[in-house]
């Protein structure tokens, strides 16, 4: 069955930087792009960004540009996202979810199982 | 940028039915998804292209999507549909940014 795994929890002080895995199985990478999103604690959903899979190209919430940077590892079947000078507001789970659907109107399923990142000092 | 709006709760008695509405202008012009998500999991998908709904999702789950408001419906619900629920889109008048709802909050009474 189509699966995305994620690495486990991080603690990081104000300043430095997290990089989050997201392990595909069950399907061709390549085919399909990754989003990544957030979500503070007791918040809502917010979308991250996008890689496609096939080509590496990105497109990032525009709140996040200069902070984020995606990335895939076609050889493990890997998506992976770095936010780097980490705030205590960047506290949050955050989800890969694979990207399906017709060009400007994909939907996410299924999702990982989040990877909570504690900003603390 | 693009926003939606959802009331923050909704309430309905078992075996009734729930409307959860999500607001945008202009919102019946774009494909809206809907998620469900119960405390401690992820995000689940129950709606796609406003109105498909995906292979173990049951019958209860519908979706519509015209003017200015999309609408989950759940029809006979049950304990078990308890959950946060999110409606999605994407901006493409500011560089294809995905939008979520605030998320609406779902209680079985």
């Known amino acids: 069955q189509v699966q995305l795994v994620q690495s486990g929890a991080e603690v990081k002080k104000p300043g430095a930087s997290v990089k989050v895995s997201c392990k595909a199985s069950g399907y061709t990478f390549t085919s399909y792009g990754i989003s990544w999103v957030r979500q503070a604690p007791g918040q809502g959903l917010e979308w991250m960004g996008w890689?496609?899979?096939?080509?590496?190209?990105?497109n990032y919430a525009q709140k996040l540009q200069g902070r984020v940077t995606m990335t895939t590892d076609t050889s493990t079947s890997t998506a992976y996202m770095e936010l780097r000078s980490l705030r205590s507001d960047d506290t949050a789970v955050y989800y890969c979810?694979?990207?399906?659907?017709?060009?400007?109107?994909?939907?996410?399923?299924?999702w990982g199982q989040g990877t909570l990142v504690t900003v603390s000092s | 940028s693009y926003v939606l709006t959802q009331p923050p709760s909704v309430s309905v008695a078992p075996g009734k039915t729930a409307r959860i509405t999500c607001g945008g202008n202009n919102i019946g012009s774009k494909s809206v998804h809907w998620y469900q998500q119960k405390p401690g999991q992820a995000p689940v998908l129950v709606i796609y292209y406003d109105s498909d709904r995906p292979s173990g999702i049951p019958e209860r789950f519908s979706g519509s999507n015209s003017g200015n408001t999309a609408t989950l419906t759940i029809s006979r619900v049950e304990a078990g549909d308890e959950a946060d629920y999110y409606c999605q889109v994407w901006d493409s008048s500011s560089d294809h940014q995905g939008v979520f709802g605030g998320g609406t909050k779902l209680t079985v009474l």
């Open positions: 890689i496609s899979a096939y080509n590496g190209n990105t």
């Open positions: 979810a694979r990207e399906v659907g017709q060009l400007g109107s994909e939907w996410f399923d299924p």
